[in-house]
């Protein structure tokens, strides 16, 4: 067993690394990596680490990956205390491995963290356990362009205890990877979005800005109405007027105003129901250096469909981490509503856009905001 000692600000943390045994074999492994699919195999190993409040972090460890004993009565099967965070490393064309922003992704986790009564985790260690566990399952990335590892860390409340009295006293936080290929295999193909009139995704004072797993499982049966009516995904109006465009699925959106020269964006502003995302940060930073003014508004879904026929808006798409950017080609919505987007094809600006974004997080082009955080081995 080799030891590694982490330093953060306010403590030292020593990650045990025990390798796996059972690694996958190599010819299996590349059956996987040149048909990985999205989220559906995962690598040799894990990260995982614990919680309680009189040893505060410890147990660190890279591990095997593979099932963790839970008890009956843990608090995250009960009550739901979990939150995740989603990212990806790339392979750079020097043959480096690198994440995009990380420190952001550690930022955000720690908000969710307070947003759901759970402890924080130094910035620091949760970088480092992705470089470990990046660095232990290198054979994993793929090399197929438009490829990478997604990561997954994510905490979960591990108390013994069904009172709902007070939050969990004890977590398990653990990073697990899977290797993913493109987010569209058969070329960008725009999607058509559900306006949802029978549900909200986050009410003002609830959750929706903490990246939760109750949020996602209060949204799977709009996702299916969504499916049911011939839309791929939901865009979701404020729980208040159920007017305010938020969000679509899981991504953040952005509008295209005019064309050309003309061109401008507006993205919905974080009202405390809207996640903030990594993309849409990296957006907002990128296009007015591409010519792009920028704006945080807001639209109404009545507005929406207003100024696509009447030409003003041009493109809409939708932006995370999974997809980078997705065009949105169509809404439709109750009683038969419903609206194309531009000529329904993916558009120039969100083209261009997608583009210098993958183009940075995949090492093609220069990095001039310092996104690019390369995974030192050891
Ligand atoms: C994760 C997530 C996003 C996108 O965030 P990125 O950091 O850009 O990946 C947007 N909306 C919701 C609801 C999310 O959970």
New binding site residues.
Partial sequence: MIRERIRTMSSTLDFDIELSARRVPAAEREAILANPGWGQHFTDHMIAISYSPDRGWHDAKLQPYGPIPLDPSSQVLHYAQEIFE?MKAYLQPDGTLVMFRPRM?AA?FNRSAERMAMPTLPEEVFVRALELLVGADRDWVPTQEGHSLYLRPFMIATSRALGVQRPSQEYLFLVIASPSGSYYSGGIKPVTVWASDDYT?AAPGGTGEA?CGG?YAASFVAQAQALEAGCDQVVWLDAAERRWVE?VG???LFFVHGSGAQARLMTPALTGT??P????DSLLKLAPDLGLPVEEGRISIDEWERACADGEITEVFG????AIISPVGGVKGAGGRAWTIGDGEPGPVSMRLREELIGIQYGTRPDPYGWIHEITSD
């Fill in positions: 989603g992704n955000r995704r990246k949020n969000e899981s991504m953040n809207l996640l995302g990594v993309t849409r932006c995370g981490t999974a």
